[in-house]
C-alpha cells in the first residue's frame, strides 16, 4: 500500500481518536470551584492536551494497524469475499 494512503488512514484515525480523548479527565472551572472572571464556567480548569495527544497517536497507532492487518489478511479477505 502507497505510504500516502497509510498516512491518510492514520491521520483520520487519529482525529478520531484525539476527539474521543479530549473529553476525559477534564474537569470544568464550575466543578473545580475556580472561576475565572470573563471565561465561560465550562472551560476546562487543565486540559492536559499533551497527554491526550500522546494517548491518541497510540491509539491511533494500534487501530491503524489493525486496520491494515484485517486488509492483508488472507483468511478475512476470502471471509469478506464469500
Known amino acids: 500500500m502507497p505510504i500516502g494512503s497509510i498516512v491518510a488512514v492514520f491521520l483520520v484515525v487519529w482525529w478520531l481518536s484525539f476527539v474521543a480523548v479530549l473529553p476525559i479527565g ?40 489493525l486496520l491494515f492487518w484485517g486488509l492483508s489478511n488472507e483468511t478475512l479477505y476470502r471471509y469478506w469475499n464469500r
Do not use: D, F, N, Y
Open 26 to 65: 477534564t474537569r470544568s472551572q464550575h466543578e473545580a470551584g475556580e472561576l475565572v472572571a470573563g471565561t465561560e464556567p465550562g472551560a476546562p480548569v487543565a486540559p492536559a492536551l499533551i497527554r491526550k495527544m500522546i494517548i491518541a497517536t497510540g491509539v491511533a497507532i494500534i487501530l491503524t494497524l
